[in-house]
């Protein structure tokens, strides 16, 4: 069976800081990856994916992910954080029929 | 991208009832989900709900405590039967686009 891990539950960075929130996956096949936002008050947004080709992905607002298979992971980038990126952000896996799998989450607190 | 509306976006209710959500999507989709996401949680794929066929349900998830309706390629319906506390929840309807999952607002539970 597959899981995703995201190591860290709550960070809380000042604005313009840079941002890396972890996520390593376990599955043996070929997979689909994912990083959705949930912003306070809000559903559950597609930030950017991968699912071949380039490693390095660009997302909507500025976001990044780079997959690294030799370590099955998937790590979510911003080179410079804003308070408006204050939000839940969740990795998640699809191995097959669609149906993901996802991490806890991080809580993301950006301080002005 | 798939616009999904939940009815109702929340409700408070009595042990011991039932409560039925609906999701509706914009356009026809083979396949929808349903996700339960508990507090403090991440979201957990309850089961799949393929128009014409019978419901596929993840390990922990019932038919009996979930039945779940498909009765054309736009709507679907989750029953929450029975409930006690521990089913206080949001309840999630998601469907695959082509670039990956879109989800409802969400269904928040609570049930006292």
């Known amino acids: 069976a597959q899981s995703v891990s995201q190591h860290n539950h709550h960070v809380i960075l000042s604005e313009a800081a840079s941002l890396e929130l972890g996520c390593n996956y376990s599955?043996?096949?070929?997979?689909?990856l994912f990083w959705y936002v949930q912003y306070p008050g809000q559903h559950l947004q597609l930030l950017l994916k991968y699912f071949s080709g380039d490693p390095l992905v660009k997302g909507i607002k500025g976001f990044e992910a780079e997959f690294i298979k030799s370590k099955f992971s998937f790590n979510l980038r911003k080179p410079s954080v804003q308070w408006s990126d204050t939000a839940e952000y969740f990795c998640?896996?699809?191995?097959?029929?669609?149906?993901?799998?996802f991490g806890k989450g991080t809580k993301l607190s950006v301080i002005p | 991208s798939a616009v999904i509306s939940q009815k109702p976006s929340r409700d408070i209710c009595q042990r011991g009832t039932s409560l039925t959500i609906q999701c509706q999507v914009d356009?026809?989709?083979?396949?929808m989900f349903w996700y339960r996401q508990q507090p403090g949680q991440s979201l957990t794929l309850i089961a799949t709900a393929n128009q014409g066929s019978e419901a596929t349900y993840e390990s922990g998830f019932v038919i009996d405590k979930f039945p779940i309706s498909r009765p054309n390629l736009t709507f679907s319906t989750l029953t929450v039967s029975n409930m006690s506390p521990e089913d206080s929840s949001i309840y999630l309807c998601s469907v695959r686009g082509t670039v990956g999952a879109f989800f409802g607002q969400g269904t928040r539970l609570t049930v006292v």
């Open positions: 998640a896996l699809e191995a097959g029929s669609y149906q993901l799998t």
């Open positions: 599955y043996g096949g070929t997979v689909n």
């Open positions: 356009s026809q989709v083979t396949m």
